[in-house]
């Protein structure tokens, strides 16, 4: 049975930080591209970060700077480092696992951005 479990997300004030977390279980972690969207109340999902399985990164354009995504395949573990974080951000952030057959969703981790 395949699960993605996130973790890390929480209340921050604007300028704070965060780093993101996402363990896979029960695909091999290796040959996977891994993600992370976001939802905010009322909006569609979102890209926010990809990496490949061969380590390339692609961000959208509103964390350009800002958010690191990276992997750790001897944990099966993806991560998101979000720095500068703004009011905007706050949203559901969910990880996925993406295949050219597959793709496998977490359940997501809550991040409120708030003074």
């Known amino acids: 049975q395949v699960q993605l479990v996130e973790s890390g997300g929480g209340l921050v004030q604007p300028g704070g930080s965060l780093r993101l977390s996402c363990t896979a279980f029960?695909?091999?972690?290796?040959?996977?591209?891994m993600g992370w969207y976001r939802q905010a109340p009322g909006k569609q999902r979102e890209l926010v970060a990809i990496i490949s399985n061969s380590g390339s990164q692609n961000y959208a354009d509103f964390v350009k700077g800002r958010f690191t995504i990276s992997r750790d395949t001897a944990k099966n573990t993806v991560y998101l480092q979000m720095n500068n974080l703004q009011p905007e951000d706050t949203a559901d952030y969910f990880c996925?696992?993406?295949?050219?057959?597959?793709?496998?969703w977490g359940k997501g981790t809550l991040v409120s951005v708030s003074s």
């Open positions: 029960g695909i091999v972690f290796r040959i996977w591209d």
């Open positions: 996925t696992a993406h295949s050219a057959s597959s793709d496998f």
